[in-house]
């Protein structure tokens, strides 16, 4: 068995060509696609994303300062003195206006446009396809909000935000909403225990990079995983085909006749598809970090992710090599298999979202594309850049793992039992 | 040995072998001689358990090899009419992993690669790789691949075609060699007569995928025995001198070109004093006299109607 990885690495290895494609082109790419993206993402990034959302205000918000002086009376025991002091601050303080100055604002206006609807109007046009989303302000949210913020406390009630449909691009949108809620209470707790008596609240600014706790997702690490991703997907395809010479030039043959089970070959390939598609990984990684630091003072728990990203990823590239492989032994046809290859990999890519961003196709593709292993890799890899958090990989790593055992199992059950067969 | 009954092999319904029935005894050394596409190879994969036959056994000291081929393969060295190596590989590096993967390992593996290389006299060579050997070295290479394992039976589909002569020579004192030296039974195939004259015992010859001959070199040659072949120049030639050599007994052609004459002739009917005398009642000077051994090629003329590379 190690002899069939040491061949198939070592074969690799000669390859210069196809070394220098896997290696240096996805780098190249990302440093091109970088710059000449790097125009439109600064300056249009606002454009790409238009969300509709519908904010539904349920809050009666002139009943706002009374309810919160019995609040503060009746559950926080405050004197009736102290409770109309801060109501009084209190008054400075409109969280539903704040709300709405927000996603006004010239930043954020760019990416969302506020439609002010009753909650019936709401759905019936997210049901039609006119909305995206809804931000619902429930009732009593301005007094349960500046409660909160008085006594320190994390409000009961609280801005609900409903989507259409989970896309990346509507996640991003959540990022700015949360981003906001967060900063909103966390100004009113911060100000209370510093005991200021004016309470002034800054809004927290638009945009990717200030809101929400997660990270930005640069296009710049977009291009570094696509594109990676996508030479690795190549990369699988030039392994089956280098089976397809191993059958033209009859070493495949001299490989039966040393009484070698068909199967060390085959598991060979996918070892070796695991240790040549991790390597390009982060091969790719690495060096777009060193060139365009795409990745910044990130934590070595980061770096442990993406690296058991890469790993299955590779798993899943080597489930990949399994059906190739099996598929050029027994079509025994080098280009019509290449052929084939070539078609699913430019599936895979389309929608996967190694091309354009996944948010340009139309929501079915989408949907399909969250299917195929590129577009699962995809999918963890910005959430991981952006949150670090490991509960949000766990649904892309367990299909990933399916998609390593379906695709192991079609290999082998593809794979010609007795050789090839003429 | 190795034996193989009736074997045929239809491809899509074409029939490239029928009805072959071979047999290799223990260090034979045996040819298999036809012209392309006479299914040589197609015999040989199916020898080697490579390809099914449509019909017919190969038996391996009695046992059936199509159901078990896992003992063949054991005491088998192909070398097949491709190369059948990594082109990107090390002459090393390819015989290590075809080594490797007989199951070879350690110090016996580092000699028997050693030997191998050594056979083929490419030890100087083993670090290139070999897309840039010679045509005659990759397949030097080809045959140290199949030696590795130290195989009782070595079969070699066409070893020499297209390489240069001193390769080629080295090549078949190789393959002489491992039969004499070492005791390895050889089954050879090529479409040139005369290395499988200088090499094999036994030989088949093969065309349109039949056996239409076999034995040894003396009895392929007996079939054309039957006849006496001439060629005499002559110091002047007439019509005159052509009927009377005719007419001798025991002639049965004559042909006459310039000065020169080809007479075949009856085996053993003895007319070279008939022709003496009568050249000599004419006034003809005999100045060359020859007597024709007709060769193995001459054979398959005569068997086929063609010549083995046409
Ligand atoms: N895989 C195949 N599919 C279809 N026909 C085949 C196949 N292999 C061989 N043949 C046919 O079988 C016949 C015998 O081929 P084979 O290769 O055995 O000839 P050969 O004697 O080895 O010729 P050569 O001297 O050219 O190597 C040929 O007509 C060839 O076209
Ligand atoms: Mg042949």
Redesign the pocket.
């Known amino acids: 068995m190690r002899s069939f990885i040491k061949k198939d690495i070592l074969m690799f290895w000669r390859d210069r060509k196809e070394l220098i494609t896997v290696l240096v082109l996805p780098v190249l790419l990302v440093f091109i696609l970088n710059f000449a993206f790097a125009g439109l993402f600064n300056h249009d990034k606002k454009s790409t994303i238009d969300l509709q959302l519908a904010v539904v205000n349920q809050d009666k918000e002139a009943e706002a300062l009374e309810q919160l002086n019995k609040k503060l009376m009746n559950e926080a025991s405050l004197e009736e003195q102290e409770a109309t002091a801060l109501v009084e601050q209190a008054q400075h303080i409109q969280p539903v206006p704040l709300l709405f100055d927000f996603l006004e604002n010239k930043d954020i206006k760019n990416l969302v446009t506020v439609h002010r609807l009753k909650e019936a109007e709401a759905v019936d046009k997210i049901k039609e396809g006119d909305l995206d989303a809804i931000l619902i302000i429930p009732d009593g949210f301005t007094a349960e909000s500046l409660y909160a913020a008085f006594v320190g406390k994390t409000p009961t009630v609280k801005l609900q935000y409903k989507l259409e449909q989970q896309t990346n691009n509507s996640s991003a949108l959540n990022n700015i909403i949360q981003g906001f809620m967060y900063q909103l209470n966390y100004q009113f707790a911060i100000q209370t225990i510093a005991g200021a008596k004016e309470v002034e609240v800054t809004l927290p600014e638009g945009g990717f990079e200030e809101i929400g706790t997660g990270e930005t997702f640069t296009m710049s690490q977009y291009f570094t995983i696509t594109m990676g991703a996508l030479f690795a997907l190549f990369m699988v395809a030039t392994a089956a085909t280098k089976t397809g010479i191993e059958i033209r030039q009859q070493v495949f043959n001299r490989i039966l006749l040393t009484n070698s089970h068909p199967m060390q070959f085959f598991i060979g390939k996918m070892v070796s598809t695991i240790c040549l598609v991790f390597l390009q990984i982060i091969f790719v990684i690495i060096v777009s970090n060193l060139i365009l630091n795409i990745f910044p003072d990130r934590s070595m728990t980061f770096w442990i992710g993406i690296a058991a990203m890469a790993v299955l990823f590779s798993f899943a590239m080597s489930g990949l090599a399994a059906v190739f492989t099996a598929i050029i032994l027994r079509m025994n046809n080098i280009d019509a298999s290449n052929g084939i290859f070539m078609l699913v990999i430019l599936l895979f890519g389309i929608i996967g979202g190694n091309f354009v961003p996944i948010q340009m196709l139309p929501d079915w593709l989408q949907q399909i594309g969250e299917w195929t292993p590129n577009g699962l890799y995809l999918v963890m890899f910005t959430d991981w850049i952006q949150f670090e958090e490991l509960s949000s990989l766990a649904k892309p790593s367990m299909l990933l793992i399916g998609f390593v055992i379906l695709s192991t199992m079609a290999g082998l059950a593809l794979f010609p039992k007795r050789g090839i067969t ?1 | 040995m190795l034996e193989a009954i009736h074997l045929s092999k239809n ?2 319904g ?1 029939k ?2 029928q009805d072959v029935n071979l047999y290799l005894g223990h260090g034979e050394s045996v040819g298999l001689i ?10 040989i994969s199916m020898i080697s358990s490579l390809i099914k036959p449509t019909s017919g056994e190969i038996k391996l000291n009695g046992v059936n090899t199509i159901t078990k081929p896992g003992e063949i393969r054991k005491i088998l060295g192909v070398v097949p ?1 491709e190369l059948a190596l990594y082109q990107e590989l090390s002459a090393y590096e390819n015989l290590h992993f075809f080594g490797s993967i007989y199951k070879m390992q350690g110090k016996e593996l580092k000699d028997s690669i050693e030997q191998a290389l050594e056979i083929v006299g490419l030890t100087d060579r083993q670090k290139d790789l070999v897309k840039t050997f010679s045509g005659g070295m990759k397949r030097r290479v080809n045959i140290a691949a199949a030696l590795l394992h130290r195989p009782e039976i070595l079969i070699l ?2 070893p020499t075609v297209g390489i240069d002569p001193q390769s080629r020579n080295h090549i078949l004192e190789t393959v002489r060699m491992l039969n004499e030296k070492e005791g390895t039974t050889i089954l050879y ?1 090529s ?1 040139y007569m005369e290395e499988v004259e200088q090499l094999c015992d036994r030989l088949y010859i ?1 065309d349109h ?1 039949e056996i239409i001959a076999a034995g040894t070199k003396a009895e392929l040659l007996s079939i054309l025995s039957t006849e006496d072949t001439f060629k005499l120049e002559l110091s002047k030639l007439d019509g005159n001198f052509i009927e009377r050599v005719r007419a001798i007994e025991g002639i049965r052609k004559v042909e006459a070109f310039q000065l020169q004459m080809k007479i075949i002739a009856k085996k053993g009917s003895n007319l070279i004093s008939e022709l003496v005398h009568l050249a000599d009642q004419q006034h003809i000077q005999i100045i060359n006299f020859q007597t024709e051994t007709p060769s193995l090629e001459d054979v398959f003329l005569h068997l086929t109607g063609r010549t083995l590379r046409d």
């Open positions: 003429k | 491809f899509k074409k490239a072998v036809g012209p392309n596409g006479a299914g040589k190879s197609t015999t009419q589909d066409e195939t479409h093969m995928g």
